[in-house]
Nanobody, 123 residues
């Protein structure tokens, strides 16, 4: 399995941007699909974005499509989530996620989770 550590959360005004990073470590980290989930207060955790181990395939929740971009720096074993045009409803705790199987990752039944980072968007 891999270990995941997120960074980059914070407070931003609506319409602003934030970039999250997730540093992965482990023997075979380059083989893992990686992604992001979020959980708002009082709500269930939901899928945000994912990309395949090669970075060639990306997937987004409809709610963030066109505003968020997931990318991977394989040399640094890091995945990024660039969030633009942020809305108050994007406020949530964001979790980095990984799995060897992309479908498991997208469904939230993945092996590995980071501890999360808070993103707050003020109106």
């Amino acid at each position: 399995q891999v270990q995941l550590v997120e960074s980059g959360g914070g407070l931003v005004q609506a319409g602003g941007s934030l970039s999250l990073s997730c540093a992965a470590s482990g023997r075979t980290v380059s083989s893992y699909a990686m992604g992001w989930f979020r959980q708002a207060a009082g709500k269930e955790r939901e899928f945000v974005a994912a990309l395949s181990w090669s970075g060639g395939r990306t997937y987004y929740a409809d709610s963030v499509k066109g505003r968020f971009t997931i990318s991977r720096d394989s040399a640094k074993n890091t995945v990024h989530l660039q969030m633009n045009s942020l809305k108050p409803e994007d406020t949530a705790y964001y979790y980095c996620a990984a799995d060897l199987v992309l479908s498991l990752l997208r469904s939230g039944h993945n092996c590995c989770w980071g501890q999360g980072t808070q993103v707050t968007v003020s109106s």
